[in-house]
Structure formats: C-alpha cells, structure tokens
C-alpha cells in the first residue's frame, strides 16, 4: 500500500512538472470548450425559431441539444489524447532503465502498474472536472435535469478508464514512446469501431461486436441510464488489459 | 550473506553466465571483475531480483531470489549500471519517492534522506534537479537511493565508470567507509580499483569464475616468474650471457641502450638473488641496483583471461 502511494504520488508529479500534461490539457480544453460553444450557439439559433413555433418548443430541450453531444464529442477528444497521456508510463522507464529501480526496490508489480494507472486517471477526471464549469454555466442560462449530466460523467470516467489500461498495456510493450502511442490508439480506435460492422455480420458476430464497442456502452450513461451491463463492461475492460500489462512485465522478466 | 550456487542464465540460446557458484560472507567488500560482457551484470541483476536465473540458486541474507523475492530486496540496496534516476525530480523529492517506495516508515523519511544525503556528500544540491546535476553528483544520487533504508548489503553495478579521477577517489573513499558495516559487492573492469576498494576479488570471464580469493593472495599466487631488476656497471654482452647461464633464470633482456639496466626473470619458487650478486661481483662488475618486481593485479588479470581464452581456443 504504501509502495502504492509512492509510485501513484511519484506519477502525479511527473504529469504536473512536464510540459505534456499542459499541453494536452490545454488543447482538450480548447477543443472541448470549442464544442461546447458551437452547440450552445446551435441551440441558441433553435430557440429563436421555436420561439416563432410553437410545436416545436416541445423539443428544445438542453440536455438533448446541447450535454449530449458534448459528452459525444470530449469522448472522441479523448480517445485522441489518453494514449498521448499513457505513452510515457512504462515506455520511458524502460527506455531510461528506472524500471530496474522500480522492480528492485521492494514494491509489488501490482503497486506500481496501479498506481500509474490510477495517477494518470486522476489527471484525466481533473480535465473532466475543469469541463463541469460549462455545465454550471449552462444551468445559469437555462435549465439542465443533472441526473443525466452525472451519469454522462461517470461514463466518461469509465470510458477513460478502459482507455487508460489499453494505453498502459501499450507503452509496457516498448520502450519506444511513439510507437506506444501509435499502438494505444491504433487498438482503442479498433475497440471504438469494431461495433460497425456488427450491422452487416451475422447475427452471433453482430452481438459480439456490439458487446465489445466501446462506443456502443457509453451511449445509455449520456441518456441518464445505468445499466449494470455497460458500468460491468467497462470495469472489466480495464481490469483485463491492467491484467494483461502485469503478465506482460513478468513474462518479460522471464524472458530476459 | 550471499550464497550462488550453479547460477546459470541464458538469454535465448546465447549463455550470460554458466554455472556460477560463490560466497560472500558478511562484512566483505567484493570485486566482481572481468571484462565487458563478462557476465557480471547479468549475475547483479539476477542477485537484486530484477532477472530470475534460469538455472541455479542464488541467495541473499538467507532468502532466495525467486522465492523470497520481497525480503531480498528489502535488505539489499542496488545501484544499476549507468545509475538510472528521475531525472525530471530534485534529490529531495526523489529520495523521498525511493524510501517511501522501499517502505520506510513515514516518520523516518526525513531523517533517513538527511543521513544518506550526509553520508554522500549531498547537502549542497538536494534542491537542484537531478538532470542538471554533474555525473559525479548523480551517481552520488543513485548511492544515495541505494543507502535509503539501510540496507546491510550493498550491490554495485560498475560505481566509478564515467567519472573524473578526483570523483573516482571520492566515490572509492565512500564505499570503502560503507563497507566497514555492509557486505558489497562491486562490479568492475577496472583493476586498481579492486586492491583499493575490495578484501576478496571474483573474476569472471566469458560467464565462467577464473579465480576467487583475497586480492593479495590473488596477486601472489598467481604470478609464475618472479621479475628483478637490475643495474650493473659492466660490458653489456658479457653481462647478459653470464646473467642467462645460471641456473633458476628463464630470460635476461636489457632495458635500456644507455643505462645498464636489465630485467631478470628467473623461476617463481627458486631465490637466486644471492647467486646473481656473487657472480657479478665475482666478475669484478658493479653491481649498483636490485630489486623484484610484483606483478600487478593488472597483469595478473590479463594474464588470466588470455590463458583462460587460449585453453578454449
């Protein structure tokens, strides 16, 4: 445990002293405000019509309009950015041989590789947290149901989870910082999208590969809904590929 | 203290080490010497548990390396070769990751840095980052990493490579002091590095022990001839070639055009210093200088290494 807390306290300070985590968190910032403000304005411009219409002031609704689809949209900013997060973790260990300090000192895998984990989700719900602000700011204006808008959090905090752990798995297979990156997000984009071609094979496949989207799980959490299946699938998918990072490093070690 | 046994590791098909077997006992400063690619690495990190053996055993306090795994490493402080740090921390900070890390007690961690950043000499730049550190100052560090929780042994993956001749002193006088209370092991390819620092040297070459024994010992041993010099006041020729027929004497060479000077190497067991005086002087030359010469621990090394090369070949 206290091992734990060393590597978790260790990782956070070096997301904080390096220049990376400012950067990407500046550019989600930007782009997500960006998205925030172009449906803001979309809705905007929907409100002044229904308010010549009214049938259509019935469907004006913020949490439609404006939450859901910059929940959808931090998702897809996301999945761009965790892998540039998560590619230092064990890369630049190996690539710097502190992984022989790490390993040497009295500490169990597991302590390291989950406090790396949980150090880089903790940066990751601070930028989500930043991102709450347009919510409050959006209830100032107007009125949100905060049910949804909680639960649309809790999925991205999930969603991020499982990007992290496939991330870690990445950047344990090399010690090449790019390359991690390129592997972190080649692998998360296939988990992204494999739901589409669940449409078109058959109806085994198409189940199976709806069940593995990533994408296809998040959407109840932005709806307000919380389904066991998806909050399970989600804890599972981190918990598999954190499984996999930890078999990884000892069969390296076996292996010389 | 330390106990290998039949330690074998292969990297692949290609064989790092084979059959190592040796003891440490406690309290004993250990030169692990042989030339690059020797092995001796592959052995310090199968030691520090950072690689398991393919085959064999190796123990530590007692504990096995495979099985005991964590209890070596919590008596055992490592200094990896070419000392790998956080580079982006200060030396405060990253001392105080590596106790914490090596779990000691919170409320020791801050005496505990102040003790090793004392004993290494460390006071000036425990706020500086490590990356603009000098290199003395970070293998300092790494030391230092490696003394957190006072640990009673020591391993050292090649301590002074890299550094200045004032810093390599300064880093020798500091393991030297750390040994008077620890059991070290240093690895090294450096020889007089050895016979300052260590009690008993273990050379190795190709993953094979060549020899094992105190450093003195080591040197008397193995020297096969016995070299003198000699300065005689006398014709050149003459004296070479009476020089050579006495008995016990294996070869005469003459040092120096201008100076008389020659080197004597006679048979190991046999003293013949005394015949070679009289039959100078009985000559009538001046016998004006004597005196032996011990083989050095480096000839003694390379001396090892090319026979152990040659009985292969």
């Not at chain 1, 500490?107 to 990751?124: C, D, F, Q, S």
């Not at chain 2, 990896?80 to 106790?99: G, H, I, Q």
């Not at chain 2, 002074?160 to 030297?176: F, S, W």
């Amino acid at each position: 445990m206290k091992g734990f807390v060393a590597v978790f306290r260790r990782e956070l300070y070096a997301f904080f002293a390096s220049p990376i985590f400012y950067v990407v968190g500046t550019i989600f910032l930007i782009l997500s405000g960006y998205f925030f403000y172009n449906s803001v304005a979309y809705f905007s411009l929907i409100s002044f019509q229904a308010a010549q219409n009214p049938q259509m002031g019935a469907q004006v609704n913020l949490n439609e309009m404006v939450v859901k689809p910059l929940f959808d949209d931090m998702s897809v900013i996301l999945l761009l950015i965790v892998p540039l997060l998560t590619m230092r973790l064990l890369a630049e260990e190996k690539k710097n041989g502190t992984i022989e300090l790490l390993l040497t000192y009295p500490l169990r895998e597991v302590a390291v590789v989950l406090g790396k984990y949980l150090a880089t989700l903790m940066v990751l719900v601070i930028l989500l947290t930043i991102t709450g602000s347009y919510m409050v700011m959006l209830a100032g204006f107007g009125k949100i149901e905060w049910g949804p808008v909680l639960t649309g959090y809790l999925g991205l905090i999930l969603l991020v989870a499982g990007f992290v752990s496939l991330g870690l798995l990445a950047s344990a297979l090399t010690q090449n910082q790019i390359i991690a990156a390129v592997i972190g997000f080649g692998a998360l984009l296939m988990f992204w999208i494999i739901g589409w071609i669940g449409s078109v094979a058959g109806p085994g496949v198409g189940k199976v590969v709806h069940y593995l989207s990533l994408l296809d799980h998040l959407e109840p959490f932005s709806n307000g809904v919380l389904d066991s299946r998806d909050l399970l699938y989600y804890i599972n998918f981190s918990l598999f590929f954190i499984f996999l990072t930890l078999r990884y490093l000892d069969s390296q070690k076996l292996r010389g | 203290m330390i106990e290998v046994e039949q330690l074998t590791k292969t990297y692949g098909l290609v064989p790092a080490i084979t059959n190592l077997s040796f003891t440490v006992h406690q309290g004993e400063v250990v030169g692990f010497l042989g030339p690059n690619g020797a092995g001796k690495t592959t052995t310090l990190k199968i030691l520090t548990c950072f690689l398991p053996p393919t085959s064999g055993r190796a123990r530590v306090n007692g504990w096995d390396v495979l099985e005991d795994s964590m209890k070596v490493r919590e008596v055992v402080g490592y200094l990896p070769e070419n000392v790998p740090l956080y580079s982006e921390m200060t030396v405060d900070r990253f001392l105080s990751f590596a106790a914490q890390a090596k779990g000691v007690d919170s409320r020791k961690v801050k005496t505990s840095i102040d003790k090793v950043t004392g004993d290494c000499g460390l006071e000036k730049v425990r706020n500086r980052i490590i990356a603009h550190l000098s290199k003395g100052y970070k293998q300092r560090v790494g030391l230092a990493q490696a003394l957190l929780n006072n640990p009673p042994v020591l391993i050292l993956d090649e301590p002074t490579i890299g550094l200045d001749p004032a810093q390599v002193v300064e880093i020798r006088e500091l393991i030297r002091s750390l040994g008077q209370e620890r059991t070290i092991i240093l690895s090294t390819h450096i020889l007089p590095e050895v016979s300052q620092v260590c009690q008993k040297v273990i050379i190795v070459n190709r993953g094979r022990i060549i020899a094992t024994d105190a450093v003195d010992a080591l040197t008397r041993q193995l020297q096969t001839s016995r070299r003198i010099h000699l300065t005689v006041h006398g014709p050149q020729e003459e004296v070479q070639k009476t020089l050579s027929a006495l008995p016990g004497v294996l070869q005469v060479e003459h040092l120096d055009e201008h100076a008389e000077r020659y080197a004597v190497e006679m048979i190991k067991d046999q003293d013949i210093r005394a015949e070679l005086a009289r039959s100078i002087v009985e000559k009538g030359w001046g016998l004006l200088e004597m005196r032996s010469q011990e083989l050095s621990l480096e000839e003694v090394f390379v001396q090892l290494v090319t026979e152990e090369t040659r009985e292969e070949a």
